[in-house]
């Protein structure tokens, strides 16, 4: 049946779709607002009216009914009403046709017109673009058209600044047309308390009715006395906002108006939710300070949720330990099980540290109550959050509790070494234990129990890293310091140069071993051409088919590279990494790139680095001229810092392999679950929470259609990584993920003057820039200078290629100011806004000892 609703209709029939806008214009007749009469098709009846089997006699009825009901009326306007126009994200503002003083003889063709406009090509573009699915169709309204003298738009929040307090309302002689399409210069004013605020234009021109029998539109000139006259009276415009007012409290949001005068009367034509608004986020409620400027150079880029919910539990087993370890009571930390667990964020997939609890853990320190500013000048903290009472301690019990952890410590400096032998025979006969298991035997709760056995032997014993940690930083920052009063400010970075050259730092081991590996393949002329001249999986079962003696010779030493650093690659920390182990062709990759580009054993043969290394130590020897015992104080301490930072950096690797046997456990289990048609892809076990997964195969899941869960993971993680990096460090209030700015760049300090940044291998440099979001972007750098958001260790292969390296965030104990040291290569860390100022293809110059980058002008 062919029906049409007038505007008088007390209850709409929930059987017919008229879409957002005409559901708005009921709402408004009902608030009792000046409304121009209508009516409205549904979709239903356009469906039947332009279907196939309509008659032209009863689609010649309806549209005669409808002129009818409109009494005395001449023209009309007839607009578009569609399911998801005029909602409060998407407005498809123009993109359905809407006519203007139609006479009733034309009714029939323009509501064809505006149906028709529902499948046209630009609708379908703006649907594509914005993800929207396709309307079956839309409803027309059909309203009285009005002659105003002034017509105009206003928004119930100011849509350019975000601004609660301001009302923006543009106006034009004439009806709105001309100011929509943006034909017309337009009056603009601002109410904000109150108070009119006006900028006023010249207005030569308006549109109004042609006068004519068809009806329609022209442009008329303004009478001169009122070009340059406002268009809306401040009672006027103040009468607006009440409406704005009335309308945001009945819609729940800042209302979009279009709107008209008539002989002085204000009627409203339609109302909208204020779209593409910039955000003025709130500032109140719960304050969070985030950073990842360290903690991005193990999780780089978007990580999954099983890796978050597996490290989330280890940073605050591990914290919880060391906050013990430092004099922190069992009460207390019992007391703040929740600051122990936040210590990570994830906002939009990626790994932040949450430096308020950071300061809280701070603050648990019994030093704190007795000097606050020295404790948080220490441990970099720049701002303070609430205490809660409970950590306050009397100076009393903080200075017996420094005491006490001051021998405890002085305990646990004395045992570090053994600490450490003990922890590295523990982590290889457990990662051994694990490597001979037959996984392909398990199910997939035995593959639990396997992880649970893993991680109660192995990961909540991870002492001796942590002390090595907390010692590295110490004996760090006491040869800093001493350097800096021996030294003086000639060089700044002395300190980094006498850590160079430390043959006994394992992250530099696997660029030597791989690079032999290449050299050795470039000196046999069947095994050069081999890698030259196929892809890396036609090399690899190559090398398995291909039983000639060199073949063979070659294929075991890379055997033996993969089973050494197999799990040494670019993201090793994060569980969804398919490691060297898992695909070896990765590897024959790094080999065909070093191949290729002729990088060879004697281009880092440790020289360079040896040679910083001895002049650093002459210079600090000069400066310590004749005191025997300020030598003896030195040597101990860079010993000390040596040792240490060595020690801290070939933890972190052995940290690399529990992480590969956690990474082995859980492949498996989505090996299991895909077979067992669980989940669709064994991939998509990374998609899922650790408690997740366990809690599926404990019978406690509260959610069993896990398929559905995991999609809805993996269409967020795709849109996060479409989203770019999110700020260096930025704060949110409240819920973190409601209305926050994760892009603020309000919190970061930027340096005086051009791109500066942490100098940590010394070196000055010139040359072009390569700027490389992922390290299996390109093979070689080809002796350009690396520049990049974060590293990992397995960046380490692009390093050999290298002219110098420019990292945007890091620290000088990060990874890449390690491992630059060890090979010699300048390096500057801690640059901000460096992706922002260079790109590709720019020719710079960079001094690894002052941090200080010059961009060549060409």
């Not at 009945?250 to 008539?262: H, L, N, R, S, Y």
């Not at 291998?761 to 299996?776: D, E, Q, T």
């Amino acid at each position: 049946m062919m029906r049409y609703l007038r505007d008088t209709e007390e209850n709409l029939p929930p059987n017919l779709t008229i879409g957002g806008k005409a559901t708005n214009l009921f709402r408004l007749k009902k608030l009792g607002l000046r409304v121009p009469s209508f009516l409205v098709l549904p979709v239903e009846t356009l469906e039947i009216m332009f279907s196939e089997n309509s008659a032209e006699s009863d689609i010649n009825r309806i549209v005669f009914e409808i002129s009818r009901d409109f009494g005395d009326a001449r023209f009309f306007a007839v607009r578009s009403s569609a399911a998801d126009e005029d909602g409060a994200d998407f407005s498809f503002a123009g993109q359905f046709e809407t006519f203007l003083y139609v006479p009733a003889t034309d009714l029939k063709s323009k509501i064809r017109a505006v149906w028709d406009s529902a499948f046209s090509d630009r609708v379908k573009t703006y649907q594509q673009h914005h993800q929207l699915l396709g309307p079956a169709g839309i409803a027309v309204i059909i309203q009285e058209m009005l002659d105003p003298e002034v017509a105009g738009v206003a928004f119930g929040v100011n849509p350019v600044n975000g601004n609660v307090d301001e009302k923006l309302i543009s106006a034009v002689y004439g009806l709105g047309e001309g100011l929509v399409s943006g034909e017309l210069n337009a009056d603009h004013f601002t109410l904000k308390n109150g108070n009119v605020y006006a900028e006023i234009v010249e207005k030569t021109e308006a549109v109004t009715f042609s006068n004519a029998a068809s009806g329609g539109t022209i442009k008329i000139a303004v009478a001169e006395d009122k070009q340059n006259a406002p268009t809306l009276s401040d009672d006027q415009i103040r009468e607006i906002g009440q409406m704005l007012d009335q309308l945001q409290k009945e819609f729940g949001a800042p209302q979009d108006i279009e709107f008209a005068f008539q002989n002085g009367q204000l009627y409203l034509l339609q109302t909208r939710p204020v779209t593409t608004l910039k955000k003025q986020f709130n500032t109140t409620g719960h304050y969070i300070l985030w950073d990842n400027s360290n903690i991005i150079e193990s999780y780089p880029g978007v990580t999954t949720p099983l890796t978050f919910s597996f490290i989330s539990k280890s940073y605050e087993t591990a914290y919880k330990l060391f906050s013990a370890y430092l004099g922190v009571s069992d009460a207390v930390i019992r007391q703040n099980e929740r600051v122990f667990s936040n210590t990570l964020g994830f906002l939009n997939g990626r790994v932040y540290y949450n430096l308020r609890t950071w300061y809280h853990m701070l603050a648990m320190l019994p030093g704190y109550s007795i000097n606050a500013r020295f404790m948080e000048k220490m441990m970099g903290v720049k701002e303070r959050f609430d205490i809660p009472e409970s950590y306050q301690l009397s100076k009393g019990r903080a200075w017996w509790r420094i005491v006490k952890m001051a021998g405890n410590m002085y305990l646990r400096w004395k045992s570090l070494p053994r600490k450490r032998r003990e922890f590295m025979e523990l982590l290889n006969q457990t990662i051994t234990e694990y490597k001979a298991i037959d996984y392909d035997s398990k199910t997939a709760y035995e593959l639990m129990q396997l992880y649970l056995n893993f991680e109660k032997t192995l990961l909540d014993e991870w002492k001796a890293p942590l002390l090595n940690d907390f010692f590295a930083m110490i004996w760090f920052g006491m040869l800093q310091k001493q350097c800096e009063k021996y030294a003086g400010a000639e060089n700044r970075n002395i300190h980094n140069d006498l850590l160079c050259g430390s043959s006994d730092i394992i992250s530099v081991e696997p660029v030597h071993r791989s690079i032999r590996l290449a050299s050795q393949i470039s000196e046999n002329p069947g095994l050069k051409a081999l890698f030259t001249n196929k892809n890396e999986a036609e090399i690899w079962a190559e090398l398995i088919e291909n039983k000639h003696i060199d073949f063979v010779s070659i294929k075991k030493e890379i055997d033996r590279y993969i089973a050494d650093f197999g799990e040494r690659c670019v993201g090793e920390l994060k569980l969804e990494t398919v490691s060297y182990t898992q695909d070896p062709t990765a590897f024959i990759r790094i080999l065909k790139s070093y191949v290729e580009t002729g990088i060879t054993s004697a281009q880092i043969s440790g020289s360079r680095e040896l040679e910083i290394r001895q002049k650093a130590e002459q210079e600090i020897n000069r400066a310590l001229k004749g005191g025997i015992l300020q030598k003896l104080k030195f040597r101990r301490t860079l010993n000390k810092a040596r040792e240490l930072v060595s020690a801290r950096e070939n933890l972190r690797y052995e940290r690399t392999r529990a992480f590969g046997i956690v990474r082995q456990l859980f492949s498996y289990i989505g090996k299991k679950f895909a077979a067992d048609g669980i989940i669709a892809y064994e991939r998509d076990i990374f998609f899922l929470t650790k408690e997740e997964i366990f809690a599926y195969l404990d019978g406690t899941s509260v959610t069993q259609e896990i398929r559905g869960l995991i999609m809805l993971r993996k269409n967020e993680f795709e849109k996060n990584q479409a989203a770019g990096p999110l700020s260096e460090r930025f704060a949110t209030y409240g819920a973190p993920y409601h209305d926050n700015d994760f892009f603020s760049t309000d919190r970061i300090e930027r340096p005086e003057g051009g791109l500066k940044g942490i100098g940590c291998s010394p070196g000055r440099v010139r040359g072009k820039v390569r700027v490389v979001l992922n390290a299996h972007e390109i093979a070689s750098l080809n002796g350009d200078i690396l520049v990049t958001i974060s590293t990992d260790p397995g960046w380490v292969t692009l390093f050999p290629g290298a002219l110098g390296i420019i990292v945007e965030r890091g620290s000088l104990l990060s990874h890449s100011a390690i491992v630059s040291r060890e090979m010699g290569k300048p390096c500057i860390v801690g640059v901000t806004g460096l992706l922002k100022t260079l790109k590709t293809g720019d020719e710079i110059e960079m001094d690894g000892s002052s941090g200080i980058i010059n961009i060549i002008e060409s």
